[in-house]
């Protein structure tokens, strides 16, 4: 069975571009979820997608956003880019949001220039 | 607020011995706490949760520990192995607008020595 799958694994953008991540969740599983990682804030939540539907969102300026689509694949867009936006950005995926095991894949580093 | 915080950022264990990462949370309302191992390169492992209705919970040489009175939680791995090595995460989680929401402390590296 296929793990939660992050594409790219690495990127390099420049300050001011727009940048498209995606994850595939596990098969079966319909929330999605987005995590940004960092050194100084650690584990952030971004948002949380099910059904289609952003559920919950964190604090993060609306430059970053997301969408899921109907297999339950999921995107998330950050425009306009700041040297602060380099991270790894994770995504999870759970089974349904009922569900309290969160798979997380292994992340797309961002490195903003 | 929401705050999930760790006591040390890094433990020393001796392989074979007990290890105990701890936790402080300010947040009453999660429903559940969950721990979370990541390994260098990777992201974050599943590794046991606690529903806050329960003070002990038991897995594969882990056990994990919630103290309500204090807002603290434990994780306890017996007989540490060197692929336990890693950083560890816990996490709160609560159900809010129709979806589940986790809020991760700082982390702490285990480091198992031989």
């Known amino acids: 069975k296929a793990g939660v799958t992050q594409t790219p694994r690495y990127l390099i953008k420049t300050r001011g571009q727009q940048v498209t991540l995606s994850c595939s969740p596990i098969?079966?599983?319909?929330?999605v979820s987005w995590y940004q990682q960092t050194p100084g804030q650690g584990l952030q939540f971004l948002f949380e997608y099910f059904s289609e539907t952003q559920r919950n969102k964190g604090n993060f300026p609306g430059r970053f956003s997301g969408r899921q689509f109907s297999n339950s694949r999921s995107e998330m867009n950050v425009s306009t880019l700041e040297l602060g936006d380099s991270a790894l950005y994770l995504c999870?995926?759970?089974?349904?949001?009922?569900?309290?095991?969160?798979?997380f894949g292994q992340g797309t580093r961002l490195t903003v220039v | 607020g929401e705050s999930v915080g760790l006591h040390l950022p890094t433990l020393s264990v001796q392989e074979g011995d007990n290890s105990i990462i701890n936790c402080a949370y300010s947040?009453?309302?999660?429903?559940?706490f969950i721990w979370y191992k990541q390994e260098s390169g990777k992201g974050p492992q599943f590794i046991i949760d606690i529903r806050s209705n329960m003070d002990k919970r038991q897995g594969q040489r882990v056990t994990v520990l919630l103290n309500k009175t204090v807002k603290h939680l434990s994780l306890q791995i017996a007989a540490t192995q060197p692929g336990d090595s890693a950083v560890y995460f816990c996490?709160?989680?609560?159900?809010?607008?129709?979806?589940?929401?986790?809020?991760f402390g700082t982390g702490t590296q285990l480091k198992v020595e031989l």
């Open positions: 098969s079966g599983h319909r929330s």
């Open positions: 999870a995926s759970r089974r349904d949001r009922s569900n309290t095991e969160a798979f």
């Open positions: 947040n009453s309302a999660s429903d559940y």
């Open positions: 996490a709160e989680n609560w159900v809010t607008g129709g979806g589940n929401k986790l809020t």
